[in-house]
């Protein structure tokens, strides 16, 4: 048994744990969930000071806790912090890359990005969402092994084929009508922008053809509008897939960017799990996860492209068979992982 500080989580943990303490920035207070033990500290209310009680918070649970390894996510800082309090308790310390960090803003700030990537390299181990993420990682950083690849995976529980109808009327959607759309951000940045355009070409081929979307954006995102146009809001999680499931052809948008070519976007499984037809940008992991499905991927930013792998889907309807992964599967592949990092031969932790 080991017990383990998780700085934020994107994987179910094993049982085979004994404790399990997350710590993180949410609003909420305390939970937990069997053997798992989260602590928020809300940093909402100002920077610096709370930046300051994060640390401090932080150091007095781990040593309260007195953890065998240290799983630090979610950006480049938590990266750097996270290896820091590793090194203050004399404990295992492994990175999780769930995206590739430098492309996001704040890891530009003068400063950050060498830190960040000395952290990567002295890590004990290192998790990343794919593959090709990885192989930056071991080109660019000169990292080393130990290095796991944990693919985001589905709520199998959630995500699994429903009665087209029956989901169509839950959400209020027309039962008859060809219904294209997507669920994720709706941010420019993904390359959602790419999808409405290829809806207009679409409506000039197919009058009935609706468009169904939900997912978080931003105040300035430009989010079309019109009668054959449904923006469903943020849906909670439980109706994602009843969204999914009411469509004819559930979209995967993204850019060829720094972020695009190294993510594995979390509804390539999820819409898979769903068993509905897919078109995907192709971009990074989607072009080795659709390598047999050529006839799914369209080229990235071109709706016109997007438009004629949609009548392609629609026209013959492929659903991909692929074996979709639960995160109980991630969360014992990562358990097996830590037991190699914490109980094999790691690297030593480097000043």
């Known amino acids: 048994m ?4 998780v700085e934020r989580h994107r ?3 094993d049982a085979r744990f004994e404790r399990v303490y997350g710590v993180g920035q949410w609003r909420y207070t305390m939970y937990g969930d069997g053997n798992v033990r989260w602590h928020s500290i809300n940093l909402r209310r100002g920077l610096v000071p709370l930046l300051n009680r994060y640390a401090v918070q932080t150091m ?3 040593k309260e806790f007195r953890p065998d390894l240290i ?7 938590h990266a750097i912090f996270g290896i820091r309090l590793a090194e203050k308790l004399g404990v295992h310390c492994i990175v999780d890359l769930y995206d590739n960090f430098e492309s996001f803003k704040a890891t530009r700030v003068p400063g ?3 830190r960040f990537r000395r952290a990567v390299q002295n890590a004990h181990g290192v998790t990343c969402v794919s593959r090709l993420l990885a192989n930056f990682i071991g080109s660019q950083y000169g990292r080393k092994e130990p290095m796991l690849v944990l693919h985001n995976a589905a709520r199998t529980d959630l995500f699994y084929s429903r009665d087209q109808r029956t989901c169509r009327t839950q959400l209020g959607l027309p039962e008859q009508n060809i219904i294209i759309g997507a669920a994720g951000a709706l941010d420019k940045s ?9 809806f207009k070409f679409l409506t000039k081929k197919i009058p009935s053809i609706l468009l169904a979307f939900a997912g978080p954006r931003s105040r300035l995102s430009k989010i079309p509008t019109g009668p054959m146009i449904h923006d469903l809001g943020t849906l909670p999680l439980d109706k994602v897939p009843v969204l999914l499931n009411a469509l004819d052809v559930a979209v995967i948008c993204n850019r060829d960017s720094a972020f695009g070519r190294y993510c594995f976007p979390q509804k390539a499984y999820e819409i898979i799990a769903c068993r509905v037809p897919l078109v995907a940008a192709a971009v990074g992991s989607m072009n080795e996860l659709l390598a047999e499905y050529p006839q799914c991927l369209y080229e990235p930013e071109n709706p016109k492209s997007l438009a004629q792998a949609i009548e392609r889907q629609l026209a013959a309807r492929t659903v991909v068979n692929v074996l979709t992964p639960s995160w109980a599967d991630s969360a014992r592949q990562l358990a097996d992982f830590f037991e190699q990092v914490v109980h094999g031969n790691p690297l030593p932790l480097d000043n």
């Open 71 to 77: 799983w630090t996510c979610s950006d480049a800082y």
């Open 11 to 13: 994987a179910r943990v």
């Open 190 to 198: 993904r390359g959602v922008d790419t999808l409405f355009r290829a």
């Open 112 to 114: 950050v990005l060498p």
């Open 60 to 62: 007095d649970i781990a």
């Open 2 to 5: 080991m017990n383990v500080v």
